[in-house]
């Protein structure tokens, strides 16, 4: 669609149906500015960058929509390789990665040690800005965007949104189930590094006697420790009448 060696700035209009072979179906910035205030890219298609690629240089988001563009590797919505800033009324959302039939969410691509840089209030009601990190293990992704973490959500359900002093952080998401026996069970997500608080069951006729790490009752969880795995819990009743007993 457009190919930036220079300084490019949109405002209010549309790129939208391009392809290209290998990089930025929609925009390929090369170690250039390009600069977004409003309008949209959607549905455009390439290798890496359906919509945007930016390679060392600076995309800057005033307001405007990336969506609904396609990669076939990385960077459905944003391949980035240089500095992203982000502010106003800025949606990058429902972008995918993969081949038809194969299509998984992948909004906003970070090369390596990229970040987001949330250079000023994100002011959209229904951003849902999607971040998947090159970084397996997760980490920071974006820099001074604690306030805005509501605008912010994971291409993968493995990982969570968590803040890490001002900045957001990718972090491995955890389910925690508290099994009640014959009596049920309910689940609660964790983030990594996080201890968990247990519920308050309440059933009928019966009092909690206490949570344990195995069904048969021999050890008692600890809950000050920080959760790293999927874990079950195992909660012991007693009737209400024998709880002295027990």
Do not use: H
């Amino acid at each position: 669609g457009v190919y930036n060696r220079g300084t490019f700035t949109m405002e209010n209009v549309t790129i939208s149906g391009n392809t290209a072979d290998y990089d930025g179906g929609g925009v390929y910035s090369y170690s250039g500015n390009f600069t977004m205030n409003g309008g949209t890219i959607s549905d455009n298609t390439a290798t890496s960058g359906g919509g945007v690629y930016n390679y060392r240089g600076t995309v800057t988001m005033y307001g405007g929509t990336i969506s609904g563009n396609t990669a076939s590797r990385n960077g459905g919505g944003v391949y980035n390789y240089g500095t992203l800033n982000l502010s106003g009324n800025s949606k990058i959302i429902n972008n995918t990665k993969g081949t038809a039939g194969n299509l998984t969410p992948n909004n906003i691509y970070l090369l390596s040690d990229k970040t987001v840089t949330v250079a000023g209030a994100l002011t959209c009601e229904d951003a849902s800005i999607g971040v998947t990190m090159q970084n397996y293990n997760g980490g920071t992704f974006a820099t001074g965007g604690a306030a805005y973490i509501g605008k912010f959500v994971s291409d993968s359900s493995r990982y969570g949104i968590a803040v890490d002093s001002d900045n957001l952080a990718l972090k491995f998401q955890y389910t925690v189930t508290f099994d009640y026996g014959t009596l049920g069970k309910e689940t609660k997500t964790v983030l990594s590094g996080e201890t968990v608080t247990p519920p308050a069951p309440v059933f009928a006729g019966k009092v909690l006697v206490g949570w344990y790490t195995n069904s048969n009752f021999t050890t008692k969880f600890n809950f000050s420790n920080a959760i790293i795995v999927n874990k079950t819990i195992y909660a012991k009743f007693a009737d209400y009448e024998d709880d002295k007993e027990a």
